[in-house]
């Protein structure tokens, strides 16, 4: 099952301009994290958010988390051409069976942004 | 350099045929994941190993299968039972603070 569902599904801008991507999720969460993906390669790390905090930032990225509307965004300030992939947001959760603690990242269907020249 | 390697990059399976996608790590993590990616659908979570002799199914596990004998190695093979096995593979390992680290994938076709 999906747990994170992001918005909008493509994104197409100029370069200099803001980008926004939006993530709602349904279970609770001991964190959530935003990854990028360039066509056809693997999944990069951006930034991790923790559910007792509210925003957060690296370099030109800003993240904010709203646990009460289970709701994040990510904000790509500035943007640049080489900003052109696609963005997903990962909702972290555990539990325990067989007296065995488990991590599990449950990822949404992602964002396309293209950013023009 | 530390990072996951898989390998191959490219596969491409007859109907019927089991295939074996690789996926190793030198960073010393000790769960691994498989994820199977379609366009349009995101990533979906096929097994997952917390520690080495031990792995659990995902939301998607039928038609495939996984070991872990070794900390480093967490291989996934596609099953003939497989029904639409198409589809661009990501193996990945967990880091601290709980960030992933994913390989650059294989993509399956069959033919």
């Known amino acids: 099952s999906q747990q994170g569902e992001e918005d909008p599904q493509a994104l197409s801008i100029q370069e200099g301009e803001n980008a926004t991507m939006n993530c709602s999720y349904k279970?609770?969460?001991?964190?959530l994290q935003w990854y990028r993906q360039n066509s056809g390669r693997g999944l990069v790390h951006l930034i991790l958010?923790?559910?007792?905090?509210r925003e957060k930032h690296s370099g030109r990225l800003r993240v904010t988390l709203d646990t009460s509307k289970k709701s994040s965004s990510l904000l790509i300030t500035a943007s640049r051409a080489a900003d052109t992939a696609s963005y997903f947001c990962?909702?972290?959760?555990?539990?325990?069976?067989?007296?065995?603690?488990?991590?599990?990242?449950?990822f949404g269907q992602g964002t396309i942004l293209t950013v023009h020249p | 350099d530390g990072g996951i390697t898989q390998s191959p990059k490219y596969l491409f399976r007859k109907e019927g045929q089991n295939v074996t996608l690789s996926c190793e790590q030198n960073?010393?993590?000790?769960?691994m994941y498989w994820y199977r990616q379609d366009p349009g659908q995101g990533l979906r979570l096929i097994y997952y190993?917390?520690?080495?002799?031990?792995?659990q199914k995902g939301d998607i596990a039928e038609g495939y299968s996984v070991s872990r004998e070794k900390k480093e190695s967490f291989p996934l093979t596609v099953t003939s039972a497989q029904k639409n096995p198409t589809a661009f593979y990501l193996c990945?390992?967990?880091?601290?603070?709980?960030?992933?680290?994913f390989g650059e994938g294989s993509r399956l076709t069959v033919l």
């Open positions: 990962a909702t972290a959760s555990s539990f325990n069976a067989g007296g065995t603690s488990y991590g599990k990242l449950t």
């Open positions: 279970t609770s969460i001991n964190n």
């Open positions: 958010i923790r559910s007792n905090e």
């Open positions: 960073l010393n993590h000790d769960a």
């Open positions: 190993s917390q520690i080495v002799n031990d792995f």
């Open positions: 990945a390992s967990l880091g601290r603070p709980g960030e992933l680290f």
